[in-house]
């Protein structure tokens, strides 16, 4: 979690000032940013997809449970 607070502070990284890094290749010394980006892009979307997937998994198991008989 420190990790990600730390990249995550506005400033912490010149492409923060000149977005066209961006485009630089990983490959350039001194293009970390992106090495960690690719990393916590995938914390991300995981944080993203996994209450999705938790949800809709539960969704499918209570449409298979039959209707209680008694609440009616």
Same mark, same amino acid.
């Given at each position: 979690?420190?990790?990600?607070?730390?990249?995550? !502070?506005?400033?912490?990284?010149?492409?923060?000032?000149?977005?066209?890094?961006?485009?630089?290749? %990983?490959?350039?010394? !001194?293009?970390?940013?992106?090495?960690?980006?690719?990393?916590?892009? !995938?914390?991300?979307?995981?944080?993203?997809?996994?209450?999705?997937?938790?949800?809709?998994?539960?969704?499918?198991?209570? %449409?298979?449970?039959?209707?209680?008989?008694? %609440? !009616?």
């Amino acid at each position: 979690m420190e990790g990600f607070l730390d990249i995550t !502070g506005s400033g912490t990284y010149l492409v923060d000032i000149f977005p066209i890094l961006r485009y630089i290749p %990983s490959w350039v010394p !001194g293009a970390t940013f992106q090495k960690e980006a690719k990393i916590y892009r !995938g914390i991300q979307d995981e944080f993203r997809q996994l209450p999705y997937e938790e949800t809709i998994r539960n969704i499918v198991r209570l %449409s298979k449970c039959p209707p209680d008989e008694g %609440s !009616g």
